[in-house]
C-alpha cells in the first residue's frame, strides 16, 4: 500500500482497525463481510496479538491481494487496549480522517460505515458514534444500542439488550459510552484525550474513553442504520462467563470508577462498589456457578485493591 494514495482520499477515508488473537475463524469471516462493503475509501488494519493459529497466515491467504488491507503482527499480547492502540497510530500515520475499532468476532452490514460516517460530517457536536449491534444469533436480538452508567456508582449497561428490534430503536440516541465492538471517531481526537487506555488491558478501555470524550462535552451517539451483528466475546472460552473476562470485568469497573469519579473516595464509593461485587459473588456461590469463574471474580477484587493494572497478574 502506497502512503501517497491514502493521503489523496484522506478527506473522507477509514481506517477500520480490527485487533485479532488466535481468532483465525471469526476474523476471516469478518473480513469477508468488511470487503463486501459499498463504502469504498476505507483501509482494513489487522492486528494481531501475537497469535498462535495461523490467523495471519490465514487471513494473508485469503486477502493478500487486497490494496487495501494492512498486516500489524505484534511480538506479544498487548491486550485489547494495547491492540487497538498499535493500529490507531498505524491509521493515524497513514492519514485516516476517521478510525473505527471492530471486533474480530463481528459481521458488518455492507452499508454500515455510510451512516456513521454521514453522523460525523454533519455534527461537530459528536464525539463517538457507535452502531445498532445484533447478537449473531437470534439475527434480530438487540446486543447494544447505546450505553448509560453513573460514574460515581458504576451501575448502567446497554440499551435494549435481549430485546427483539421491532423498530423502538430507529433514531439516534445520544448516551454515556460506545462500545469497544464498534467505536468511531475522528482521527484528530485522539491527540485530544488520549489513547486507550493500557492499564485496563481489556474491558472498559471504551467506557473510560467515552468518558474522556464526554468532558470535552462532545457527545457519544447511537446510530440506527448502521448495523452489525456480534458473536459475543467469542475469543474466550466461556464467553461471557469465561473466569478471565470475569477477572477484567470485576476489577475494571472499579479502576473505571476509580479513575473517572472526580470526587472518588474509596469509603463512599469504593465500599458501595465493593459491596455491590461482592453480592455478585454471594449470589454466584447461591446459583452453584462454576467455581473457577467466581474465584477470578474475587480475585480481580483483589488486584483492585492491590492496585495491579494491566494484564492479569500471574499471566503474561
Keep these: 500500500m502506497k502512503k501517497n494514495r491514502i493521503l489523496e482520499q484522506q478527506n473522507t477515508s477509514v481506517g477500520i482497525v480490527v485487533l485479532n488473537w488466535n481468532g483465525k475463524a471469526d476474523t476471516l469471516a469478518c ?6 462493503c459499498t463504502y469504498s475509501n476505507y483501509y482494513l488494519y489487522m492486528v494481531d496479538n501475537d497469535s498462535e493459529d495461523g490467523s495471519v497466515q490465514a487471513v494473508q491467504t485469503q486477502f493478500g491481494d487486497k490494496n487495501n488491507l494492512v498486516i500489524i503482527k505484534n511480538t ?28 474480530n468476532d463481528t459481521e458488518v ?10 453522523a460525523l460530517e454533519k455534527d461537530n457536536a459528536i464525539g463517538v458514534v457507535t452502531s445498532k449491534i445484533y447478537f449473531a444469533e437470534p439475527s434480530r436480538k438487540i446486543w447494544f444500542f447505546g450505553g448509560f452508567m453513573n460514574r ?5 449497561g446497554p440499551v435494549g439488550g435481549q430485546v427483539i428490534d421491532e423498530g423502538q430503536f430507529n433514531n439516534a440516541l445520544e448516551c454515556d459510552y460506545a462500545t469497544g465492538c464498534l467505536l468511531m471517531v475522528r482521527a484528530d481526537l485522539f491527540k485530544k484525550v488520549g489513547y486507550l487506555d493500557d492499564e485496563f488491558f481489556y474491558l472498559c478501555e471504551d ?19 448502521s448495523l452489525i451483528w456480534h458473536k459475543v466475546s467469542a475469543s474466550l472460552e466461556g464467553g461471557e462467563q469465561s473466569p ?19 470526587n472518588f473516595s474509596f469509603f463512599k ?5 465493593f459491596k455491590y ?15 473457577k469463574g467466581t474465584l477470578y471474580y474475587l480475585r480481580g477484587l483483589i488486584d483492585f485493591l492491590l492496585g495491579r493494572t494491566g494484564s492479569m497478574s500471574g499471566r503474561g
Design 31 to 36: 473480513f469477508e463481510s468488511i470487503f463486501n
Design 76 to 103: 506479544s499480547n498487548l491486550g485489547f487496549s494495547g491492540g487497538n492502540n498499535v493500529g490507531i497510530r498505524k491509521a493515524e500515520e497513514d492519514g485516516m480522517r476517521y478510525i473505527l475499532l471492530l471486533n
Design 109 to 118: 452490514d455492507s452499508g454500515f460505515i455510510e451512516p456513521l460516517v454521514d
Design 152 to 156: 460515581n456508582t458504576g451501575i448502567g
Design 207 to 225: 467506557v473510560d474513553f467515552c468518558f474522556r470524550v464526554a468532558d470535552l462535552n462532545l457527545k457519544i451517539v447511537a446510530i440506527p442504520d
Design 244 to 262: 478471565i473476562r470475569l477477572y477484567f470485568k470485576a476489577r475494571n469497573q472499579m479502576m473505571l470508577i476509580a479513575k473517572n469519579n472526580k
Design 269 to 273: 464509593h469504593g465500599f458501595f462498589l
Design 277 to 291: 461485587h461482592i453480592q455478585i459473588i454471594l449470589r454466584r456461590i447461591l446459583k452453584g456457578m462454576p467455581f
